[in-house]
């Protein structure tokens, strides 16, 4: 089974900082710490209205840290120029809605293919890996393929918050969603990421579904280090995720 990586996203650090306008506490400061700790990459979302990461975040990220960086953005022109410019290591598409509180939902990649397929060929004409964040089903997934994407982030957020309201079986039902699609997008040759909502439990689980090579988890994480650190909480969740894949190993 491949390693299971770990990205670590800061964007609520820099919603905290923004909190109060000044310069602490710094998302980059963060990200040498989740590094530090055992993030294999840090995540980042320049949102379309700022409202955490801001421009020059993203160059001093980029500028600063030895691990890889996963740019989260809209397919919008500003924000390609933006990544083109800042040159990540990777790319991650998202759906962005101003109302929005978080990434709600998964890109319409089976609607908007013609509009999306130019933002994927540019970022990887520039090098950028880039992944579409997408629902776990079977026709966004052939989506992201039919546009040369070579990487899907499956939308965890619907099992996630199954699981925390308590919804036993609705849990089940968008867990088998995401290990089918986990499955399904590995036979059509992509490469497989997941997040969004994952706590130590949840990443514990998901850790077994052998497809999957990255797990993207920021919120959880930076509320936990209100309580344990940053460092420990990214210890006790590398131990969760390692936990998870040994015993998929096992059985
Ligand atoms: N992956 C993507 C594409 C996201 O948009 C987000 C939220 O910004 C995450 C992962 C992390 O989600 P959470 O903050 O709930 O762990």
Redesign the pocket.
């Known amino acids: 089974m491949p390693p299971l990586r770990l990205g670590v996203?800061i964007?609520?650090v820099a919603t905290i900082r923004n909190a109060r306008g000044g310069p602490r506490p710094d998302p980059l400061r963060a990200a040498l710490l989740a590094i530090e700790a055992g993030a294999d990459g840090i995540?980042a979302?320049l949102r379309e209205d700022r409202r955490h990461i801001q421009d020059a975040d993203m160059a001093r990220l980029k500028a600063t840290i030895a691990k890889p960086l996963n740019f989260?953005m809209a397919a919008t022109d500003q924000m390609l120029d933006i990544a083109t410019l800042i040159a990540p290591h990777a790319a991650?598409l998202?759906p962005e809605k101003r109302t929005e509180r978080?990434?709600e939902g998964g890109l319409d990649v089976v609607g908007a293919q013609g509009y999306l397929a130019p933002y994927v060929d540019q970022l990887r004409r520039a090098g950028v890996r880039v992944s579409l964040?997408i629902e776990p089903s079977e026709e966004a997934i052939r989506a992201a393929s039919a546009i040369k994407a070579p990487v899907v982030?499956l939308h965890t957020?619907a099992w996630c918050h199954a699981v925390e309201i308590g919804d036993a079986a609705l849990a089940e039902h968008e867990f088998s969603r995401v290990k089918h699609a986990a499955a399904f997008a590995a036979t059509l040759g992509l490469e497989v990421h997941a997040?969004?909502?994952?706590d130590y439990d949840t990443a514990r689980r998901v850790a077994a579904l052998p497809e999957i090579v990255e797990l993207?988890?920021?919120?959880?994480l930076i509320g936990e280090a209100v309580f344990v650190g940053l460092g420990e909480a990214i210890r006790l969740m590398r131990e969760a995720m390692d936990e998870g894949r040994a015993g998929a190993l096992a059985s």
Do not use: S
């Not at 993207?216 to 959880?220: A, P, R």
């Open positions: 996203n964007d609520h995540t979302h989260e991650c998202v978080t990434t964040f982030e957020g997040g969004h909502g994952l993207n988890i920021g919120h959880f």
